[in-house]
């Protein structure tokens, strides 16, 4: 909206000399006078602490002690809602729609599927949603407070909530975009060191890579009251205009440059460790853009679009997001669309991606199989281990699994003892119940003497038994 012309005219005389006739109503001069009331050619009437509107409808009664009655303030929201405010509130949309999202893959990829390790931590790879959610909430609070911006009959705080909040959303870009660039390459140190853990000793030249947002120091510890200043063409010109493009600024834009470059320079470093080494300089250029991951191409292409629109609105006010009035193309365009997008680039990723220890356990997985390959070792069913699961389960009428039945499957310490405390073991019943009945031999006479016999070795093999128990019981305890 275009700024409205403000300047200093004299009160209209009314039926007298002491009368003044304002808008259609009489207010007494000496009053005026003694609150240092003046009336500016916008329709306002202000002093140093209090303005009022006093146009079209809005007519306020003054009293004799000072006192406004009926009374609406300059910064009170009565214009309509404009483009500015109609981009501000998709933005702000979009930024909470995003946040549902956030939650979902910070769920998805945070969670331990194997034992915490102290070199690679979970929340290492939580970090890069974090800074997901700070970035949309700043963006959601700058959305909703530009609908105030263009409301406002006069610029008020409004513009400092919107401009502080968008400023604050370069660092939480920044740190976004270098958490996922660290994180990817502390992910494929961790593929290489679970292959092999010697080949990757911890410490060295790839744990010193840091980085702190410089440019929030350069933009938010300020005084943001100036940049509301902006109530006249003269006012924004003298004021505001200096404050939004001050050498703090320019720095700040100067330091994200530096953070985007150590994020490239981050990739290329993890690359060069983790990746397989190309030498010379074009087979090291063309191996960056083999390796580095997508999503990396479109997080750093739209961070140094929103870079370059910082650096330009450090030094032209006039498309600067700061500025009251300025073209809504540009501060959406360049300054909050680049934004939104990273953020989308961020939550496909995480919906189409696997959790990273899924992807440990697949890759341990796939590696057994290969050197079992290799020693032409073949490994036995499930249920070759549980009698229960033998042939799809026990059904009625059969006897389940046949090698659990006359002892075969693996032997554990807890079945040798439960045997030995049962006696010497024998073949089940269930077992001899599935021989066929047409081939069973008649039962024998057994006479009385040959029945004590059977009973003696019977005796005998107890003993045996027995002591065979506890020679396997103390190879057991060994």
């Known amino acids: 909206m275009p700024l409205v012309v403000r300047e200093l005219i004299h009160f209209p005389d009314g039926a007298n000399s002491t009368d003044v006739l304002i808008n259609g109503l009489h207010f007494n001069r000496t009053t005026l006078n003694h609150w240092n009331y003046t009336l500016w050619s916008n329709g306002t009437l202000s002093n140093e602490s209090k303005c009022y509107l006093v146009f079209d409808i809005y007519k306020p009664v003054l009293l004799s002690n000072g006192t406004f009655l009926n009374a609406t303030s300059c910064y009170a929201p009565v214009n309509n809602i404009e483009t500015r405010a109609i981009l501000g509130i998709v933005s702000a949309c979009l930024f909470a729609a995003s946040i549902m999202f956030t939650l979902i893959n910070l769920r998805k990829h945070g969670r331990r599927y194997l034992p915490s390790e102290k070199r690679f931590r979970a929340v290492g790879r939580r970090w890069p949603w974090y800074w997901l959610l700070v970035l949309a909430a700043f963006g959601c609070i700058s959305g909703f407070t530009s609908i105030d911006v263009n409301r406002d009959y006069l610029p008020n705080d409004a513009l400092i909530y919107q401009s502080f909040s968008y400023e604050l959303m370069m660092p ?271 039962p024998t006479i057994v006479s009385g003497a040959q029945e004590m016999e059977d009973e003696e070795t019977r005796a005998k093999t107890r003993s045996g038994g027995t002591a065979t128990q506890g020679k396997v019981r103390s190879m057991l305890d060994v």
């Open 172 to 442: 939480c870009l920044l740190a976004t975009v270098w958490e996922a660039a660290r994180h990817w390459g502390s992910w494929n140190e961790r593929q290489i060191v679970d292959h092999d853990p010697h080949t990757l000793p911890q410490g060295g030249a790839r744990d010193k890579e840091f980085w702190m947002p410089l440019n929030f120091f350069m933009t938010i510890p300020r005084t943001w009251t100036p940049i509301k200043l902006q109530r006249s063409t003269p006012q924004q010109v003298r004021v505001a205009r200096p404050a939004a493009t001050d050498s703090r600024f320019k720095a700040a834009a100067f330091f994200a440059v530096c953070a985007w470059l150590l994020i490239c320079y981050s990739i290329r470093h993890s690359i060069r460790h983790y990746k397989p080494v190309n030498h010379g300089l074009w087979k090291g250029f063309s191996g960056f853009f083999r390796y580095i991951p997508t999503r990396f191409i479109a997080l750093i292409t739209l961070v140094a679009v929103h870079i370059s629109y910082a650096i330009l609105a450090a030094f032209d006010f006039n498309v600067s997001p700061l500025k009251y009035n300025s073209n809504p193309g540009w501060v959406y365009g360049l300054g909050y669309l680049p934004v939104i997008l990273a953020i989308l680039v961020m939550e496909v990723w995480g919906y189409i991606s696997e959790n990273e220890d899924l992807k440990i356990i697949k890759q341990r997985r796939d590696r057994n199989r290969e050197a079992d390959a290799a020693l032409s070792v073949t490994r036995k069913p499930r249920w070759w281990h549980n009698p229960q699961d033998g042939f799809g389960g026990t059904q009625q009428g059969s006897s389940g699994n046949p090698t659990g039945e006359i002892g075969g499957g693996r032997a554990t310490h807890k079945q040798v003892e439960r045997g030995l405390e049962m006696g010497a073991i024998t073949a089940k019943p269930s077992a001899i119940s599935t021989t066929r009945t047409d081939n069973i031999a008649p």
